[in-house]
């Protein structure tokens, strides 16, 4: 780390990200993680997620307290808009991995931050769901990022560290490449 | 609509999801959505993001509330587990969609829910995030979901509900498949 990262206090521990790093460089199982949600159906199109446990370096681990996640479709649609919908928590996983990303690269290279916002937008057709043109995805036709940041730093340099965020981030990652999803009924 | 559907009731009125899609095959450009989020750094990798605005029907909408939802990453990687991980949020998401899937569905089929859960968990290894090797990629290498499904119908019946879901599911469709996200520094 260089002298001016010493200075430099983004709320993120390199140090031990580091160790983190050089440790799982010499016990590669130990990187293998299992992310959970559990979702359980309330009412329409209602349910409430919850996510607490999840499997890495070697054992079980659990979040400090257990998180509950309203999920809805809004009035629009003829539901009663309990929580977001399905595909905002998907923004939000997007907007906050690549958010997070940015501060520890920040941190690592002697940047400090300010403020960081994020106002990310995502077109959809419905015509894909409700089954009106089977030429038109489910899903986004594509999603726009638009980052605001205030850190003491070059405009490049700003450019870099949300560069070097995306090209680390696991939901960026995951939105912009396939995964395999298996679907059982027990 | 048959006679054995006018008995059901899980909560999802599939008369106005019929009406908008028939509005909407009548007027595509309805059809056309946006939805957002907007995300905040707070420190380290605890971020905030809200969900308020959408746009859709040719014009803005909002939800009834606005949704606020801290991330962060756990203990284990120095942080201060304020929030679920992003990457928890998109099985939240997923999750989510599939369910609401269902509980639309089997209205539509007249089948009778008791109850619904998803069990989801998806393997990560942090190889890819950490840089350790690039071979690795950085978001899940799978995921899996098991549902447990309590329902007035026949097991073929219940799979086949599921089955259609994940078909219409928009997140179902975003995780498997690739979206073009374009990052923008303000």
Redesign the interface.
């Known amino acids: 780390m260089d002298v001016m990262a010493t200075k430099v206090d ?4 390199v140090e ?2 580091l160790g ?2 050089q440790a ?2 010499e016990a ?1 199982e130990a ?11 309330v ?5 409430r ?1 919850t ?1 607490h446990s ?1 499997f ?2 070697g054992a079980e ?1 659990s ?2 307290t257990e ?1 509950g ?1 309203d ?9 009663e ?1 309990k ?18 990303g ?3 690269v920040a941190q690592n290279r002697g940047i400090q ?1 300010r ?19 089977s030429d038109v ?13 205030d850190a003491d730093a070059s ?1 490049d340099d ?2 870099a560290l ?1 560069a070097q965020s ?1 090209r ?19």
Chains 1, 2 share one sequence.
């Open positions: 983004n709320g993120v521990n031990a990200l983190a790093r799982l460089t590669p990187a293998r993680f299992k992310w959970r949600a559990t979702c359980n159906w009412n329409g199109t209602h349910s997620s996510v999840f890495g370096l681990q979040h400090k998180f996640y999920a809805d479709h809004p009035e629009v649609f003829a539901s808009d929580g977001a919908t399905p595909v905002e928590f998907v923004l939000v996983g997007l907007a906050s991995c690549l958010t997070a940015i501060a520890t931050l403020s960081v916002k994020a106002t990310v937008e995502a077109g959809m057709d419905l015509q894909g769901i409700l089954g009106i043109d995805r489910n899903g986004f036709d594509g999603i726009k990022v638009v980052f605001d940041i405009k700003i450019a949300v995306q680390r981030s696991a939901v960026f990652d995951i939105v912009t490449n396939p995964t395999n999803v298996s679907v059982e009924v027990r």
